[in-house]
């Protein structure tokens, strides 16, 4: 059974139009978090919630809007879409948002064109 | 915040040779240091974590080990095969509420046949 699974894998859009990527995890967890992995590879946290609340809000601009429904869910809006948003987007989840081992969902590669 | 960084970026070596990766953060107040291996269009997994108040950890053929005064840490892997090729990312997180976890900038590890 997959543990975080995210929808869609990949999303090829064009400039100024809005989106969303939704994430679920099976495992039980409090935390869900998400990612976005530039081209080179870095890693960097966007935001990161705890039983339904926001916890970490990084420097995102306002354009991403998180929402989560309920502790498994945790969905990823993205208004005005432009190029360099392009990027692959990880969701994860944690038992708890105090330093335990996230889990990695397969990513959702978005292409803004 | 912290910052962390990780070197090599590239890394070859013959399978059978060990790989060395090393990481150092910049705040002395952190006190878990996970390491994730992602492998081609996949999520970042788990493969072996430290917390500060030990300095070495080994599972099987990888083990990390921590300098708290140098702030420091590495991965060894031994005895490597063709499937520890991937991308390795290191990462540091403080005890405080609402940690986040911030990675390195990842080491693409390239086992030689």
């Known amino acids: 059974d997959t543990a975080v699974s995210q929808t869609p894998k990949y999303l090829v859009t064009q400039m100024g139009n809005d989106k969303s990527i939704k994430c679920e995890q099976n495992l039980g967890h409090d935390t869900m978090y998400w990612y976005k992995q530039d081209s080179k590879k870095f890693l960097k946290i966007m935001f990161s919630?705890?039983?339904?609340?926001?916890?970490i809000n990084e420097t995102v601009p306002n354009r991403f809007s998180p929402k989560s429904p309920d502790k498994a869910h945790l969905n990823l809006h993205i208004n005005s879409l432009e190029l360099g948003d392009s990027a692959v987007y990880f969701c994860?989840?944690?038992?708890?948002?105090?330093?335990?081992?996230?889990?990695f969902g397969p990513g959702t590669r978005l292409t803004v064109t | 915040g912290e910052n962390v960084e990780q070197h090599p970026s590239t890394l070859s070596v013959q399978e059978g040779d060990s790989a060395v990766i090393k990481c150092t953060y910049s705040?002395?107040?952190?006190?878990?240091f996970p390491w994730y291996k992602q492998e081609l269009g996949k999520g970042p997994q788990l493969i072996i974590d430290i917390r500060s108040n030990v300095g070495e950890k080994k599972d099987q053929r990888i083990a990390v080990t921590l300098n708290k005064t140098a702030k420091h840490f590495s991965l060894h892997i031994t005895e490597t095969q063709p499937e520890d090729s991937a991308v390795y990312f290191c990462a540091a997180s403080p005890p405080f509420g609402n940690e986040k976890l911030t990675f390195g900038t990842g080491t693409r590890l390239t086992i030689i046949p």
């Open positions: 919630y705890n039983n339904k609340e926001l916890i």
């Open positions: 994860a989840s944690s038992f708890h948002h105090s330093n335990y081992e996230q889990y």
């Open positions: 705040d002395s107040a952190s006190n878990y």
